[in-house]
T-cell receptor, first 111, second 117 residues
Framework: SQKIEQNSEALNIQEGKTATLTCNYTNYSPAYLQWYRQDPGRGPVFLLL?????KEKRKERLKVTFDTTLKQSLFHITASQPADSATYLC??????????FGRGTQLTVWP | DARVTQTPRHKVTEMGQEVTMRCQPI?????VFWYRQTMMQGLELLAYFRNRAPLDDSGMPKDRFSAEMPDATLATLKIQPSEPRDSAVYFC???????????????FGPGTRLTVL
């Protein structure tokens, strides 16, 4: 079955370092990938979308890549801050609208 | 400040009771999604609508769950009868689909926390 996998359940890094989160997909080819941030008790908030024909997207301190050969997306937060601590969700989507969510990676940035 | 609203925010009910959750999508959005989130399963897509028509409800247990959009400003998710395993946070999200380019960002509501005793 189609699947989006975020290999790390948790990632702990020191403030100022770059956080790198991994998302792999299996058994299908998403037309695009999205990354969301979710804080406890709240709904996910959209961060970035990258389409299959794009290799990289940036937004401020965020960068996302899409490697269709490796079937993988990497999500980077540079110069990380404690306020970046949250759960980050990877979502694979098709042009038909079907969406597959990863379980998320809980990022903790410590001072 | 446009946002998705959901009611109720919390619901505690007894097994066998009917539960109705409501969602008001952002004005102008043409897609509405219902999700369920639990610690065990994470975020699961239950159903979604485009231009008020159901496109996919394969993630929804059809024997007890039903989702509708009576009009463009209201989406409902109903569980009848409810069971303890339905306890979860139910999110509604809306977005603007753009043809073959697929879907852009989704805007999530605050969720309804359902507890079935």
């Amino acid at each position: 079955s189609q699947k989006i996998e975020q290999n790390s359940e948790a990632l702990n890094i020191q403030e100022g370092k770059t956080a790198t989160l991994t998302c792999n997909y299996t058994n299908y080819s998403p037309a695009y990938l999205q990354w969301y941030r979710q804080d406890p008790g709240r709904g996910p908030v959209f961060l970035l979308l990258i389409r299959e024909n794009e290799k990289e997207k940036r937004k401020e301190r965020l960068k996302v890549t899409f490697d269709t050969t490796l079937k993988q997306s990497l999500f980077h937060i540079t110069a990380s801050q404690p306020a970046d601590s949250a759960t980050y969700l990877c979502v694979g989507g098709s042009t038909l609208g079907r969406l597959y969510f990863g379980r998320g990676t809980q990022l903790t940035v410590w001072p | 400040d446009a946002r998705v609203t959901q009611t109720p925010r919390h619901k505690v009910t007894e097994m066998g009771q009917e539960v109705t959750m409501r969602c008001q999508p952002i004005l102008g959005h043409n897609t509405v999604f219902w999700y369920r989130q639990t610690m065990m399963q994470g975020l699961e897509l239950l159903a979604y609508f485009r231009n008020r028509a159901p496109l996919d409800d394969s993630g929804m247990p059809k024997d007890r769950f039903s989702a509708e959009m009576p009009d463009a400003t209201l989406a409902t998710l109903k569980i009848q009868p409810s069971e303890p395993r339905d306890s979860a946070v139910y999110f509604c999200a809306s977005g603007l689909a753009s043809g073959l380019a697929g879907y852009n960002e989704q805007f999530f509501g605050p969720g309804t926390r359902l507890t079935v005793l």
